[in-house]
């Protein structure tokens, strides 16, 4: 299955957007990022001709090559290339195009590069969601009766909070770290009920022999993922996309994760509201059961003690 892609997508990152996707591109599309990448400015200014020049490719390379990206061609594509680099001249970015930490920076620039690059995933994110399949997504959770989430590595600890997430809002779920343990427990999960897969790069063969086995029994594939092309996004049912970069020193970064984080609690909050009055009784649950640990029941508020009356002296 495709799947979905905004018809009209705006990229506050347009060029972070396509060094993203420099993975999934086949060797055409390469070849048309890397002409963009090595000189943004001169591209803006070009023709779809001349980038088919430049490029070593043809006219109709690049304007698939737009297409993949979810524009309707070239002149909308370029038009978006020019806000971009429009938008970084007014806002005065001095930033490298990858967000980059080099062996020189001070520490002051590494917290500075890695801010930016971490809040900018939660907007790239943002905006590269499709609330269609978003809130397909949600309905699919709704009617599950269990809900299996795989993730490896770096993904697995957004598994393992997803499953937190759903299991706070009385949300039947259980998440797998490894091959072996999902595969084991394939049993849990029957027809109706959804697999949440995680994976950055979608190319994880573990991640694929799993989404594979219980595609087969009819399970429905949800995919959190940051690559328009994988084998994974080929499988899956439902794909939602998320846009962080990595660079040499954060491959596997918490910008990978944040972005995930970001669907995660998106996706638990509407689910959230689908049923408030259900949510509310279980959260209140699981409140008192955390707050029975604390030495304080749940509710009791120190009441805050009163000022003492300031008395003038020698009286009136």
């Known amino acids: 299955m495709t799947p979905t892609r905004a018809k009209h997508p705006h990229f506050g990152d347009l060029l972070g957007e396509i060094t993203n996707q420099i993975p999934s591109f086949h060797?055409?599309?390469?070849?048309?990022?890397?002409?963009?990448?090595?000189?943004?400015d001169l591209a803006s200014g070009m023709n779809i001709s001349q980038i088919a020049d430049r490029s070593s490719t043809s006219v109709a390379s690049v304007v698939r090559f737009c297409k993949t990206l979810g524009f309707k061609g070239y002149p909308e594509?370029?038009?978006?290339?020019?806000g971009q680099l429009s938008r970084q001249t007014a806002q005065g970015a001095d930033l490298p195009l990858d967000?980059?930490?080099?062996?020189?920076?001070?520490?002051?620039?590494?917290?500075?590069?890695?801010?930016y690059a971490d809040s900018l995933a939660i907007k790239t994110t943002a905006e590269r969601l499709d609330v269609n399949t978003f809130i397909k997504t949600v309905d699919a959770w709704e009617k599950a009766s269990t809900?299996?989430?795989?993730?490896?590595?770096?993904?697995?600890?957004?598994?393992?909070?997803?499953?937190?997430?759903?299991?706070?809002?009385?949300?039947?779920?259980?998440?797998?770290?490894?091959?072996?343990?999902?595969?084991?427990?394939i049993s849990l999960l029957k027809k109706g009920d959804v697999l949440v897969a995680i994976s950055h790069s979608g190319t994880t063969l573990d991640i694929i022999d799993v989404i594979s086995e219980f595609k087969a029994k009819g399970i429905t594939i949800v995919l959190i993922t940051n690559a328009l092309r994988s084998p994974a996004t080929g499988?899956?049912?439902?794909?939602?996309?998320?846009?962080?970069?990595?660079?040499?020193?954060?491959?596997?970064?918490?910008?990978?994760?944040?972005?995930?984080?970001?669907?995660?609690?998106?996706?638990?909050?509407?689910?959230?509201?689908?049923?408030?009055?259900?949510?509310?009784?279980?959260?209140d649950e699981s409140r008192a059961a955390v707050g029975r640990r604390s030495g304080k029941k749940?509710?009791?508020?120190?009441?805050?003690?009163?000022?003492?009356?300031?008395?003038?002296?020698?009286?009136?």
């Open 27 to 40: 060797a055409s599309e390469v070849a048309i990022a890397d002409s963009i990448l090595s000189n943004p």
């Open 77 to 82: 594509f370029r038009m978006a290339l020019i």
């Open 99 to 115: 967000g980059g930490i080099t062996v020189d920076d001070s520490a002051a620039e590494v917290i500075r590069k890695i801010a």
């Open 147 to 185: 809900i299996g989430i795989i993730g490896f590595a770096s993904s697995g600890y957004v598994a393992m909070d997803l499953q937190l997430k759903l299991n706070r809002l009385g949300k039947r779920s259980v998440a797998w770290s490894d091959l072996h343990t999902a595969l084991t427990s």
């Open 235 to 283: 499988l899956a049912d439902l794909v939602l996309f998320t846009s962080a970069r990595e660079t040499t020193l954060r491959s596997g970064a918490t910008a990978s994760r944040i972005a995930q984080l970001t669907v995660v609690d998106c996706l638990c909050v509407s689910l959230a509201q689908r049923n408030w009055g259900g949510t509310k009784v279980a959260l």
């Open 298 to 316: 749940l509710g009791e508020v120190e009441k805050p003690r009163s000022r003492p009356t300031s008395r003038s002296r020698g009286g009136k």
